[in-house]
C-alpha cells in the first residue's frame, strides 16, 4: 500500500497497551499542516491527552495524564481519516520518495505532449483533442489519486485540506474538457486553438465562420498534476535529507563488541547485551562499543562524529570514554558504565527527537492559520466565478480564475516553513555537539543580553595542572619534575595527580621509587636512586600568584631543590570564546565560590570585567534572578550539580556535557564538547535557524498574499498557478536545507 494511502498499518499494540507519560506514533497519510491540525485536535479532546503532531517528522507525540490503551489513541487517528502506529525499531521507513516518482513521472511523460499540442497551433492536428483527452486522462485520474483520495475521506469527515483544493481544481478542469468536447463543439474535426498564458484565453475557428467552440482545459489537468507532484517529490526528498542528521546519530553506535571475561578471554557479542560493569577491548580503528573508563591502555580517540571535535583526544586510564567514538591508534580495555538508552548517545538522539517533535511558538501560528485557511480559500474560489459571471459573462474566463485561485493557494508552503527548518537545525546541532531541548528554546536565544558563566569546569579546566617550575639556585628544573613526580606517583592527592601528569607528559616513563610513605597534611616522603626525599608543604614562606597552589621538593636533609606550582587553569579557548559571546551582543558574567583573588585572575585572563565571587552554591540562584531582576534576560552556562538550579532559574540553561546528568537535565541547550566554543555555536546556530522559520514564513505567506489576488483577477492561468504553488514548497523546504552548511566559528 502507498505512503499516501496507508490507513490502516499494524499498531503495533501487542507490544504497547496501557501507557503513561509519554508515546510517539508515527502518523501515515499526512500531505499538509492542516491534516497535522486535525490530527492534533482530535487527540487533545480525549481526557488527559495533550498531543503535538509535526507535519515535517510525521510524528504525534503524545504525553497523557493517566494510563491510556495505545489502541485508543490509534484509532482516535485512523477515524480521522489517517493512519498511525507504534514506532519499531529497525523497521523500513515507507518510501514515499519511489511512491511520488513514479506518479511524476507518468504525469510528465504523458502531460508534457497535452501542454506542447494545447500551447503550439502547429502541433495540432486533426483530431488532436481527443489524443490530448487520451494522454490527460490516466494523469487526471491515476497520477492525481493522492489528492482525490485524500479529499474523498476529508469529505466523510467533513473537513478540507489542501488536497481538497488540488482536487477539485484538477477535476472542474477535466470535467469541463470532457464536456466541451463531447457538447461544446471542442471536438471539431479541423479546430485549430491558441490560448494565452496569462488567463488560459483562447480562440478556436471553425470553418467557415462557425460558432466558436468552447475551450477545452486539459492541459490545466495535466500540468496542474505535474507540477504538483514534482513538489511533493522534491519536498520529500529534501524532508528525508533534513532528517539525515538524526539517522546517521542513531546509526552511529558498534553493532558488536570483543567482551573479555574473568580469565581475559575474548568472545564477540552484540552491543545490546553488554551490561555495566563488563570489561570490552578496542582495538585501533573500532568504535568504543559503549560509555565508560579506560583501565588499561592508552590511546588517541576520535570523537568528531558525537562532539563536532575535529582533533583526535588522548585517554590514559581512568579517563571517561563516549559510546560511538573511534579509537585511533593503542589497544584499549574500558569497563562499561553506561549502557542501552542511559548512554549519552542515546541521550543526544533523544533530545533531538524530542526538539524536533516539538513546536516553536512561531508554528502555532501557522497551525492556526492552516487550519482556517483552505474553507476561506473555497469561498474565495466560489467568489471569483460569481463576480466574473456576473461582470464579464465570459463562462470560460470565470471558470479559469476560480480554478486558479484553488490551485494558488495551498497552504503547503506554510506548513513547512517551521518543521523542516527546525528538523535540519537540530540535526546539524547534534552533528556539532549542541542538543537544544525544544523549539521554543530558539526564541529564548534571540533575546538573552547577559550570560552567566561558572568559572570551574566551564572557564577553567575544573582540575589541577601544573603551571610553574622554580628550582632554586644550580638545580635543573627538568629534575625537580622527574624526582617530584616519581614521589607523587605513590599519591592520589588532586595536587599529586597534576604534577606527575605533567612529569610523564614531559618526560615519559617515571622512575620507581621505594619506601613511599604518605604524611598526611604535609606531602609524602620516598627513596629514589638510592636518595630521600619529600615532597610537601613549604617549609619557607614563598611567593605565590593569585589561584595557585605551591608545594616544595626537599632532600632528606632539608636542602630545597624548588618549588612546583599547580593551578585550576583557565582552558585555553576560553578568552576567544568570551570575545564569541561580546560579538553576539551578550555580556559575561563569571560566577564562582573561589575567592576573589582567584576569581580576578581568571577573569582578567579570559577578559571579563563583571565578576561575583565567593557565592555559595545555594546563593547561584539569587545572582540570576538578581540579574533578572535588573531588566536583564540572563543565560547560564555551568556543568556541576551546584550549578542546576541556577541553570533551572535561568531564562537559557547551557549545560556543559563534560558535566553531572542534573545539570544537564536542568539545561535547555546541552553542549556535547568541553570547550565554551560550543556555547558561541550553540547561540549562532539557535539563532539563524529562528532566523531562517522567520524567513520561510515570511515568504509563504507574503506568496499567498500576492498570488490570490492575482488568480482572483484572471491574471494567472491555472498551470502557472500549480507550478508557482509547488514551486513555493521546494523554496522553503531548500531553504531550511541551507542549515546544513552551518560551521562552528
Known amino acids: 500500500m502507498s505512503p499516501d494511502a496507508d490507513t490502516s498499518t499494524d499498531t503495533s499494540t501487542d507490544t504497547v497497551s496501557d501507557v503513561l507519560g509519554a508515546i510517539d506514533l508515527d502518523v501515515t497519510g499526512m500531505t499538509c499542516a492542516a491534516c497535522a491540525s486535525r490530527i492534533e485536535r482530535k487527540l487533545n479532546k480525549l481526557d ?359 490551485i494558488i493557494a495551498c497552504p503547503c508552503a506554510l506548513g513547512l516553513a517551521t518543521p523542516t527548518a527546525l528538523l535540519v537545525g537540530t540535526g546539524r546541532g547534534a552533528q556539532l555537539g549542541i542538543l537544544i531541548k525544544g523549539p521554543e528554546i530558539l526564541e529564548q536565544t534571540r533575546q538573552i543580553d547577559t550570560i552567566v558563566l561558572d568559572k570551574t569546569g566551564t572557564v577553567t579546566t575544573g582540575s589541577m595542572q601544573l603551571v610553574g617550575i622554580r628550582p632554586s639556585a644550580g638545580v635543573d628544573p627538568a629534575d625537580v619534575l622527574r624526582i617530584g613526580g616519581a614521589l607523587e606517583s605513590g599519591s592520589e592527592h588532586p595536587i599529586a595527580r597534576a604534577i606527575t601528569a605533567a612529569a610523564r607528559g614531559d618526560l615519559g616513563p617515571l622512575s620507581a621509587v621505594t619506601d613511599f610513605r604518605n604524611l598526611p597534611g604535609s606531602g609524602v616522603t620516598a627513596v629514589l636512586d638510592g636518595a630521600s626525599y619529600e615532597i610537601g608543604r613549604p617549609s619557607t614562606s614563598v611567593d605565590v600568584s593569585a589561584g595557585e597552589t605551591v608545594v616544595e621538593l626537599r632532600r632528606g636533609d632539608g636542602e630545597v631543590l624548588g618549588h612546583l606550582a599547580v593551578a585550576d587553569a583557565v582552558k585555553e579557548t576560553s578568552g576567544a570564546a568570551i570575545e564569541g559571546l561580546r560579538s553576539l551582543g551578550l555580556s559575561p558574567v563569571l560566577l564562582t565560590g573561589d575567592n576573589e583573588t582567584t576569581a580576578l585572575r581568571v577573569a582578567a585572563q579570559v577578559g571579563i570585567t563583571d565578576v561575583r565571587a565567593e557565592v555559595m552554591p545555594a546563593d547561584k540562584v539569587a545572582v540570576v534572578a538578581e540579574l533578572q531582576e535588573a531588566g536583564k534576560v540572563v543565560a547560564m552556562i555551568g556543568d556541576g550539580v551546584n550549578d542546576a538550579a541556577a541553570l533551572a532559574q535561568a531564562d537559557l540553561g547551557i549545560a556543559m556535557g563534560s558535566g553531572t546528568d542534573v545539570a544537564i537535565q536542568a539545561s535547555d541547550l546541552t553542549l556535547v564538547r568541553d570547550d565554551l566554543h560550543a556555547a558561541v555555536d550553540a547561540i549562532r546556530l539557535s539563532r539563524r535557524t529562528l532566523a531562517t522559520i522567520k524567513g520561510n514564513l515570511f515568504w509563504a505567506f507574503a506568496y499567498n498574499v500576492l498570488a490570490i489576488p492575482l488568480a482572483m483577477t484572471g491574471r494567472l492561468s491555472p498551470a502557472i498557478a500549480g507550478a508557482a504553488m509547488a514551486f513555493s514548497s521546494v523554496f522553503v523546504v531548500t531553504n531550511s536545507l541551507r542549515l546544513r552548511r552551518f560551521r562552528a566559528a
Do not use: C
Not at 493517566?66 to 507504534?86: C, K, M, N, W
Not at 475557428?205 to 517529490?233: K, M
Not at 589497544?331 to 543526544?348: F, N, S, W
Open 48 to 406: 488527559g491527552v495533550h498531543a503535538s503532531v509535526n507535519y515535517a517528522t510525521e510524528k504525534a507525540r503524545v504525553r497523557l495524564d493517566s494510563p491510556r490503551d495505545v489502541g485508543e489513541l490509534i484509532a482516535t487517528i485512523e477515524a480521522t481519516g489517517y493512519g498511525a502506529h507504534v514506532p519499531q525499531p529497525g523497521a523500513p521507513e515507507p518510501d514515499r520518495v519511489g511512491y511520488l516518482r513514479r506518479r511524476l513521472i507518468v504525469a510528465v511523460v504523458l502531460g508534457l505532449p497535452v501542454l506542447l499540442l494545447s500551447m503550439i497551433s502547429p502541433l495540432q492536428f486533426d483530431g488532436w483533442q481527443w489524443v490530448a483527452l487520451v494522454l490527460a486522462t490516466p494523469v487526471a485520474t491515476w497520477a492525481a489519486w493522492p489528492f482525490h483520495r485524500a479529499m474523498v475521506l476529508n469529505l466523510r469527515h467533513a473537513q478540507a485540506t489542501m488536497d481538497t483544493l488540488i482536487s477539485v481544481g484538477v477535476t472542474a478542469a477535466y470535467l469541463w474538457s470532457l464536456w466541451a468536447l463531447f457538447f461544446g463543439g471542442a471536438g471539431e474535426i479541423g479546430m485549430t486553438m491558441s490560448m494565452s498564458l496569462d488567463v488560459g484565453r483562447s480562440e478556436a475557428h471553425g470553418e467557415h465562420g462557425a460558432s466558436e467552440p468552447a475551450h477545452i482545459y486539459l492541459e490545466v489537468a495535466s500540468t496542474v498534476v505535474a507540477f504538483i507532484l514534482a513538489g511533493r517529490y522534491f519536498e520529500a526528498r529534501a524532508k528525508r535529507r533534513a532528517g539525515d542528521a538524526l539517522r546517521s546519530l542513531l546509526d552511529l553506535g558498534a553493532k558488536d563488541v570483543a567482551v573479555l571475561d574473568d580469565d581475559g578471554n575474548e568472545r564477540r557479542i552484540p552491543v545490546d547485551q553488554l551490561s555495566v560493569g563488563d570489561r570490552f577491548v578496542v582495538r585501533p580503528g573500532e568504535k568504543v562499543a559503549t560509555d565508560g573508563r579506560v583501565i588499561e591502555g592508552s590511546s588517541s580517540v576520535d570523537r568528531s562524529l558525537v562532539t563536532g571535535e575535529s582533533v583526535p583526544v588522548d585517554v590514559v586510564v581512568g579517563d571517561a570514554v563516549i559510546g560511538a567514538t573511534v579509537n585511533t591508534d593503542g589497544r584499549l580495555v574500558v569497563e562499561a558504565t553506561r549502557v542501552g538508552a542511559d548512554t549519552q548517545l542515546a541521550q543526544m538522539a533523544r533530545l533531538v527527537e524530542d526538539a524536533q517533535s516539538g513546536k516553536a511558538p512561531v508554528q502555532r501560528l501557522a497551525d492556526r492559520v492552516s487550519a482556517v485557511f483552505v474553507p476561506v480559500v473555497i469561498l474565495l474560489a466560489v467568489t471569483t466565478l460569481v463576480v466574473w459571471l456576473a461582470t464579464s459573462g465570459d463562462t470560460e474566463r470565470s471558470f479559469a480564475a476560480a480554478v486558479a485561485v484553488l
